[in-house]
């Protein structure tokens, strides 16, 4: 608990600062904005943490697990590298738009898209409690959004155009992270026995090829009308991979940022990983719930946010909601855990 804790709030904390802070002089400030670039070196660096950790977790004698057991598995594997892969640009793509406090509140509801595709898709059916916590969650993003600073009549209209172009794209980020969970639960249901951290090196090895694939073809699709057309350009259309580069030859000190942003993550999905196999899913979503909060009060401290009063109630709905729905699932838990000992006494 205390590696997720350590390793994530770091994460979070660089996150925000690679992503919306200005680098350079006062006079001529720059944003990196390079996301796919930011992408590729996270993945590589949870390839290698995640097959490290296989090399040294396999029993002596015994061959390292495959990362691609079957050939079965090898097209959802595929179809989660890619969603994964296509959600995080929109995500950074948003933070142009609305603040950091409004992203991490909005990606605590990944309930939301999760449930939304296993009705649609997967024709799963849910108990009661958990149209209740999404309504809960919905209405304290609602309150969150509608009372965002930015919403005030000063700015009204060019403001409110902007966060909702910026909560568009989070919903597409939403959508697609909601769509690599569900075929990660689908893979982890039906190609047993499949580890997390086989998992983890098979989606972040195939995340790596596909941007780095991009980052190689971007110089030649910068020039072309669906470069431009995508907004590919950057400075002397070099490509991103060229320029963001640049950007880190004339800021070293985002280059740290970018490495130590990369190792936090990697190490973070290797607790998650752990606790998974360890300890309950419901103790990974009291922590992940908890951490999110924890960042959410961190990034007001460190970056020196405001919220409304109004907005911490929304807060409070979201997180309620999605607490409420570990402690229902905890005694759930709890009650087949007796059941299935007295089948066994028995």
Sequence with gaps: M????????????????????????SASPEVFTFSIFL?????????LTSYTYLLFTSKKGLSVPPVFPSRRIFAPLVLVAITSSLASPFGYASLKHIDYITFILAKSCKLLPVMALHLTIFRKRYPLYKYAVVALVTAGVAIFTLHHPSSSKKSKTHNNGSSSWGLLLLSVNLLFDGLTNSTQDYVFQNFKP??????????????TLLTGLYLLVSPYLVHTNFGEYV?????????????????????????????????????????I??????????LLVTVTVTRKMLTM?????????????????GVGLVFGGVGAEAIVQRREKAAKEKVAKRQKIR
């Design 194 to 207: 499949y580890s997390g951290p086989q998992m983890m090196c098979a989606q972040n090895l195939m995340s």
């Design 273 to 282: 990983f752990y606790t998974l196999a360890n300890f309950s899913s419901l």
């Design 2 to 25: 205390g590696g997720i804790y350590i390793s994530f709030l770091s994460w979070a904390l660089l996150q925000e600062r690679i992503t919306t802070t200005s680098y350079g002089d």
């Design 39 to 47: 992408n590729t070196i996270q993945s590589t660096f949870a390839t």
């Design 297 to 313: 009060v961190l990034s007001v401290v460190w970056f020196g946010h405001h919220l409304s009063r109004m907005q911490w109630w």
């Design 231 to 271: 907004g590919m350009a950057t400075a002397n259309n070099q490509g991103e991979f060229t320029a963001a580069l640049s950007f880190i030859h004339r800021h070293p000190n985002v280059g740290r940022d970018v490495l130590g942003f990369a190792a936090c993550g990697a190490l973070g999905q290797l607790f």
